[in-house]
């Protein structure tokens, strides 16, 4: 139980994911002396009772899923990112089995792991308090700036799932303890309660309310059928449903003062709101998703390749359509799972918390102990809330809510094993299976040395990036790049970097070799098809340019230096009417230096055509004024780009406007006789 108060406290901004990877290296440095202790204590054991309790359909699902997910990583075209998540989950596999053989007899497991999530919970929330206050004092409040509110936990709704998760045994400890740690259970509930209000995580709102009212219905069902209490058990809810009451109903009063009503408002009405941002992306996603899924339906991509394939599909409609963001799930891990692992790692996933349930409901009707009745509806309550999250995100990559998924799955096997006789598991089995955890141990903490000092390289790298070292930049790429770890946390190649900073000392050979390896580990990037074309540019290869600039213009519609690059090849080759096309998809407000020279060259054989095919002087004369000014031409592509109009029309339009208003050389009637002879081209 420790790694709940010292892990989620892991943190180092030398790295750019500041917890994934240290705290993964810490849970499986704590699991390794856990290991040989179980070993140690039960070596004597020749009947294999000890290990009795891990013979059930929780584990047996729990081990489906690993090796589905295994075999996956022999086809995965992410091996370096598919065993990093692949061992993540034996970890928390790991984890679970030790706990439920180490404290299935013991009297107080619950009661300690209840004690120290408190603590922990109090902690994060007395965090979360601080930055907020933090925040108040530097800037006004607002939607956005609440994502700073994520304590130790990199992101604000991660912080919320935290809470929501610790919930259940903080409740447990404000109902069950005296004194000090029942002070402490209440405090632990009503931090929590307001600083989930305070995060405007709507997928955590609906999981928490989900939640609390699923459990409240399932104990008033079997508490009336039973009435095993002195009380009415109405009654007492009575206090736990006060304080839920208040603590929320404070929290929306205090952020409605600092900032106001109507975000809360709005938080609540895009929760239905499909057109909403968040929620847009991830119904898209999901689609996209499911059309990965029906390509491998069976088997799926293998670990680590949906940030690969969903690329494949396109950007257009998304935020990741801005070509900075690149989604690294689909915030569903049911539908990561599903695409990944196909349709067998989907059904062993819900097979972990199907019976998970099951056995919450045979404990509920078996027992008449009023203390494992509550260990139950809060597991019920822990076990709602995991699921539902998991359906608006990703709690599986995440290491603390591993711990925490693994919290509330063991009291249940505990309580299980009470009401349930199991059969001995094999000693053989255990001799041979108690090594094999031990390997996987050894191997994660040495994958997790490896992608520490790769993505400590990687940083490095970006830092020296920004200040223009490319030469230190090449270094710590190279020390970055192994067989454990190819992209980083954005899914950008690390050979890409080094492409980048070879381009950038004039190594154009090494650049094109990094490139291309950039291109094997990730086909659908859209830089890296982007520099790919430019060297092949370079190297004379005018075709093969195009094809991948192209690639990456199928992917990101409207991604600006790929459609620029494909304007100036195609008009090299010739086809001009063709790459002022490309150009003409570029945003006309764009910032890149490139942009209006591009257009301006671009935009002059027409204006230099439109000037051999108009007869009269007057019009010939003033567009080649035109045609003289950068900034008129420019502005004239704009308004035709703008209106949706061709650049010929506008041009016309602009010159007859020019005689007309500014210079009073044509009349209104001289004008009109002008665009009735011209208009074809302004049709």
Known sequence: ???ILVIPFIYTEKLLDPVLIPRFLA???????????????HSGDKSGQTFAIINNAVFLSYSLLIIVSGISLFYSTNFADGLFEWLKLFLSFIFLLLLVVHFQNSEHFFTQLSKMVSVFSVAISVIGIYQFVQLTGKSELSHSAVYNISATFAHKNLFAQILLFSLPFSIYAALSFKSTFKMIGVLAVLLA????TLSLSRGVWIAATTAIVATAILALVIEHKESTSILPFRVRLFWPALILVLA?????????YLDSFETIQRQVYSIVDAEHTSTKDRLLLWNKSFQLFKEHPLAGHGLGTWKIEILKLGTEGMRSSDNVTFFQRPHNDFVWILTEAGIWGLLAFVALFTMCFYYLGKVLRATQNLNSKRICYLMFMGLISYVLCSSFSFPKERIEHLILLTFIIAPIIIEYNQIKTTKAVNP????????????????????????????????????????????????????????FYRMDPASTPISWYTGLANYNVGKQEEAFLQFQNAYEIHPYHIHVLNNLGTSYEILGNHQQAINYYTKAVKISPYFEEALLNLSVVSYKQGNKDEAYEYIRKVDVKSTNPK??????????????????TVEEQVLKMTIARILNSDE?????????????????????????????????????NEAERLRAKYGMILL
Not at 595 to 612: G, H, K
Request: glycine share 4%; with cysteine.
């Open 1 to 3: 139980m420790i790694p």
């Open 27 to 41: 849970l499986a440095i704590f699991l390794l002396p856990f290991l040989l202790l179980i070993i140690r204590r």
């Open 193 to 196: 309660l307001c600083n989930i």
């Open 248 to 256: 929320v109903s404070g929290s929306i009063l205090l952020y409605s």
């Open 428 to 483: 053989q089995l255990i001799t041979a299976g108690l090594p094999i955890l031990g390997l996987v141990l050894v191997l994660s903490i040495a994958v997790g040395i490896k992608r520490i000092n790769a993505e400590y390289h990687v940083s490095q790298a970006l830092q020296s990036r920004e200040k223009g070292d490319w030469n230190a930049m090449i270094e710590h790429c190279s020390l970055a790049e192994s067989a």
């Open 595 to 612: 942009f209006r020279s591009i257009v301006n060259i671009m935009i002059i054989p027409a204006t230099e055509q439109m000037i051999q």
């Open 632 to 668: 008129w031409m420019y502005d004239i592509h704009s308004k035709s780009v703008e209106n949706d109009r061709t650049f010929r029309k506008q041009l016309l339009m602009d010159t007859f406007h020019t005689l007309t208003t500014e210079d009073n050389i044509l009349t209104f």
